[in-house]
């Protein structure tokens, strides 16, 4: 296992270094000047000019790459206003138009959207699980078709459409939205996010009830479940000790690729509940043609990605041991 973990480590660093690149050119191809929008529509060119310094701008893509690059691992140095400030690694560079470290601007941001997309996970995975399960052992069953029935309705709605109409018409009764720090206050952390916890949550139940229901059908079909009750055990034990652990297996696989997912694309439950996440920041570091806080996004985006796909990976071993990994 750790050979196979060791391979895909380093896949995972070629896929992150990749992207950045990528991101760099594409953002060089753009005919976007960010100097240009920090100087303002009255900038003289010796103003510009000293931008374009400050900020390395007037060096080679090539070079800057580099030197963005360099920055992951060693310190930096930012000249502003005739004085010279150290950026420590990893250093993400400063932000063109707020002037703010990368990492303190994502240290800020990163906390909240953890907090939306996991908060919404607890809601979706509880209620699909359970009602998937429910679902499976009835069957056919008038309650299986109600179950099945309610998840493709809710399952229809495009989300954004959902967290309107939650936003408009249910706060009130539910608390406004808002972000305050877990340790700050845990209560008003929990209420300030209800809102948004319960749109992640309903709509992606309804996928997870599918997902749920489908699998727990085909594991209660195994032979092994079948010799277990014949031998008497019961039936609850049966299906939610032998038979949810097999058929948790794919479930598992979906969610460590949506849970990935929410976390690098969580901007319309942001944008409409005007919570400061990650989404919003990478919203208006694009507007602004804000390179050093759009490669953050990029890269903090790209590290989910592989790791929980890693940890997707690793996970099958104790959920299944029929799956061993080379």
Known sequence: MLLYILRRLVSAVSVVIVTLVASFALFFLAPTDPAGVMCGPRCTPERLQNIQHSLHLDEPAAVQIGLYL??????R???S????QTCSAPCLGYSYTLGQPVTKLLAQAVPVTLSIVLGGAVVYLGIGILAGTAAAQVRGTPLDKAVVGTALVLNSFPYFVFALIVALYLIPPLPDTSYTNLTDNPLAWASGLLAAWLCLGFTNAAAYTRYSRASMIEALGQDYVRTARSKGISKNRV?????????VTPVATIFGVDLAAQLTGAIFTERIFDLPGLGNLTLRAFGQSDLPVLLGGVLVGSIVLVVMNLVVDIAYTFLDPRVRLG
């Open 81 to 84: 206003g005739g004085t010279v």
């Open 70 to 75: 360099k920055g992951l691992v060693v310190d």
């Open 77 to 79: 140095e930012f000249e």
């Open 239 to 247: 299906v939610y000790r032998h038979g949810l652990r097999a058929a």
